[in-house]
């Protein structure tokens, strides 16, 4: 038999109370008179009965819910994100707010029906919301939509230009970029490509040359071949897993790294420091980008809904040097 699932009604029977008291006593609601006897009483019964309130009776005790909904694009799941989501659960938790993720590659229910079936009052995504989703996740529900507008994309530029500026500084003065193979990551590709393509003309050198790298060592080895042939000493890879592409198919030439060819990655997923030579990348600090989005969305909320524009990272890019350059 399916246990009963235990009620306020319970909790004040069990404590000789209303249940009116004891929602004053379990949400805390200030300016009530309660002996501390009460609500000794109400709390020692709730937890000898292992209550747990609704979530609907949370929402309408405190105004809103405890829901933030993560809005995942269409990309494939790599340790990167896989990471931020973790950080970001643990840094909601510690204000008493639960993530919910959302995968656009499912191609189930819409957002905004997802939004309503959890009631949640946060839609947080990875990048900026078109104005027609905005207003139906209102609708929907949700108090804070972030970002509701285009975000800068300077924190993806400046992360190319740090890979490009680090290879420059180890006097390489011909580089080459190694581009996703999946379509998804190509906006973002651009956004760091571009950074690596101004960090180049900054230090008076040609472009990087960019080539595309899939996840396969013949792949790898092509885009090697092209890179020699235009003098190409030194590769910024669009990430780690592209990075780790491209010194499979320097192995597969032959070539020592970095002597013959450096290269540096980014994100610093688990497996860089793991590679044959270990890999330089560059990367943020998630924990701490978690951390600061957390603080934006209470900020954001304890502010009736008045989001930024943009949410700031609060820490840049920075180099994790190994021995790939």
């Not at 006593?25 to 609500?39: A, F, H, Q, S």
């Not at 995942?72 to 993530?99: H, K, M, N, Q, W």
Request: aromatic share 4%.
């Amino acid at each position: 038999m399916p246990v009963k699932r235990i009620t306020s009604s319970d909790v004040a029977r069990a404590a000789g109370v209303s249940r009116a008291t004891v929602s004053f006593v379990l949400n805390d609601k200030p300016g009530m008179r309660i002996t501390e006897e009460t609500r000794r009483r109400v709390l020692e019964a709730a937890r000898e009965l292992d209550y747990r309130p609704h979530a609907s009776a949370r929402s309408l005790a405190a105004g809103r819910s405890d829901v933030v909904l993560l809005a995942i694009p269409d990309l494939p799941i790599g340790a990167g994100i896989s990471r931020f989501v973790e950080e970001l659960a643990t840094a909601l938790a510690a204000y008493g707010l639960t993530l919910v993720t959302h995968l656009a590659a499912a191609h189930g229910r819409s957002l905004p029906d997802v939004c309503a079936a959890v009631d949640a009052s946060v839609v947080v995504g990875f990048s900026s919301f078109d104005q027609d989703t905005v207003q139906a996740l209102h609708r929907a529900g949700a108090d804070l939509v972030l970002p509701s507008e285009p975000e800068d994309a300077s924190p993806m530029r400046h992360l190319g230009c740090l890979q490009a500026e680090h290879l420059i500084s180890r006097g390489h003065q011909r580089l080459g970029y190694a581009l996703p193979g999946h379509p998804a990551f190509r906006q973002m590709a651009d956004e760091r490509r571009q950074g690596a393509t101004d960090a180049c003309a900054q230090a008076g050198l040609e472009p990087p040359v960019a080539l595309t790298v899939h996840l396969e060592i013949a792949s790898a080895a092509q885009a090697i071949t092209g890179w020699r042939e235009q003098a190409v000493t030194g590769v910024c890879a669009f990430n780690d897993e592209t990075a780790l592409a491209v010194l499979a198919g320097l192995h597969d030439h032959g070539l020592a790294i970095p002597t013959d060819m450096a290269v540096v990655g980014a994100d610093d997923i688990p497996t860089a420091r793991l590679a044959a030579p270990p890999l330089t990348t560059v990367c943020w600090d998630l924990h701490d980008v978690a951390r600061h989005r957390a603080a934006t969305i209470v900020t954001s909320l304890a502010g009736a809904g008045q989001a930024p524009s943009h949410i700031d990272a609060s820490t840049h890019p920075h180099v994790v040097q190994r021995s790939s350059t």
